[in-house]
T-cell receptor, first 112, second 113 residues
Framework: DQQVKQNSPSLSVQEGRISILNCDYT??????FLWYKKYPAEGPTFLIS?????DKNEDGRFTVFLNKSAKHLSLHIVPSQPGDSAVYFC???????????FGTGTSLTVIP | SQTIHQWPATLVQPVGSPLSLECTVE??????LYWYRQAAGRGLQLLFY??????ISSEVPQNLSASRPQDRQFILSSKKLLLSDSGFYLC????????????FGSGTRLTVV
């Protein structure tokens, strides 16, 4: 059973515009969320995180929003750059465990 | 600082041959260790995780096995590879409790022919 879902397998955005990547989860015990970025033939690298006590976390061009009531989080990239083209995974962890559950990923293409 | 090493980077193996992928972590003690697979067009699937030497939890029953002979060494094995074992294999580590994320290795591209 997929507890973390990314329903958009791909997204294309013009350079300079906003990219919005979405992620939904089903487990109400999840309390910590991450976004990873992955280039082809490389391991995922950590991008940004958010705790369930917050609804927003910002780091430069990247902002993650958390809506606990809707069990939804999103990653905003503004402005989008061609180097942002990659697969983005969201991940979630419950406070009772040490395992992260990953979504299926969204492939972002930023068009110059 | 902590580093994670994973090898080989690429591997082409015939169906029915054995497999051994190795992962080592430096700069930390008693890490949690993980094996993930990313199949073509799919997300990250957790295969195995380990919270200590000799302690292996399997998430998905399949043709693979894992072992942790030393604190910072994690091995993924198969006795006989299947075509469906092709994929991108990733090792990762995290701290033992209240983990704030994984650090991934660079991955192994396995092609079974």
């Amino acid at each position: 059973d997929q507890q973390v879902k990314q329903n958009s397998p791909s997204l294309s955005v013009q350079e300079g515009r906003i990219s919005i990547l979405n992620c939904d989860y089903t487990n109400s015990m999840f309390d910590y969320f991450l976004w990873y970025k992955k280039y082809p033939a490389e391991g995922p690298t950590f991008l940004i995180s958010i705790s369930s006590i917050k609804d927003k976390n910002e780091d430069g061009r990247f902002t993650v929003f958390l809506n606990k009531s809707a069990k939804h989080l999103s990653l905003h990239i503004v402005p989008s750059q061609p180097g942002d083209s990659a697969v983005y995974f969201c991940a979630a962890r419950s406070y009772t465990g040490n395992q992260f559950y990953f979504g299926t990923g969204t492939s972002l293409t930023v068009i110059p | 600082s902590q580093t994670i090493h994973q090898w080989p980077a690429t591997l082409v193996q015939p169906v029915g041959s054995p497999l051994s992928l190795e992962c080592t972590v430096e700069g930390t003690s008693n890490p949690n260790l993980y094996w993930y697979r990313q199949a073509a067009g799919r997300g990250l699937q957790l295969l195995f995780y380990s919270v200590g030497i000799g302690q292996i939890s399997s998430e998905v029953p399949q043709n693979l096995s894992a072992s942790r002979p030393q604190d910072r060494q994690f091995i993924l094995s198969s006795k006989k590879l299947l075509l469906s074992d092709s994929g991108f294999y990733l090792c990762a580590w995290s701290t033992g409790t209240a983990s704030y994320g994984y650090t991934f290795g660079s991955g192994t591209r396995l092609t079974v022919v």
